[in-house]
Nanobody, 117 residues
């Protein structure tokens, strides 16, 4: 089972930035597509970005131009650089590995991001 651990969340003012990190425990990391998800209180979890093993990236419209997903295969890490944060970005952020059927790793605890003045 692929294990994932997220970190880097916190409290930030609107317009601020945060960088989230995700460490993936798998020997096949470099071949995996990895996604970042978020879940706001009372709402379902959904994917906001993903990066393929080849480095191609996809974003939902609400974060496009503000968030950047990247990966370091040597460290088995995936990052989410979040700029120009808005209160509506407040959520618990998770990462997971993705196959055709959807995410298949063990969900971690996530990391809380709170955007508030």
């Amino acid at each position: 089972q692929v294990q994932l651990v997220e970190s880097g969340g916190g409290l930030v003012q609107p317009g601020g930035s945060l960088r989230l990190s995700c460490v993936v425990s798998s020997g096949s990391f470099s071949t995996f597509t990895v996604g970042w998800y978020r879940q706001a209180p009372g709402k379902p979890r959904y994917k906001i970005a993903h990066i393929t093993g080849g480095g191609a990236t996809v974003y939902v419209d609400s974060v496009k131009g503000r968030f950047t997903i990247s990966r370091d295969n040597a460290k088995q890490m995936v990052y989410l650089q979040m700029n120009s944060l808005k209160p509506e970005d407040t959520a618990v952020y998770y990462c997971n590995v993705i196959a055709a059927m959807g995410p298949f790793g063990s969900w971690g605890q996530g990391t809380q991001v709170t955007v508030s003045s």
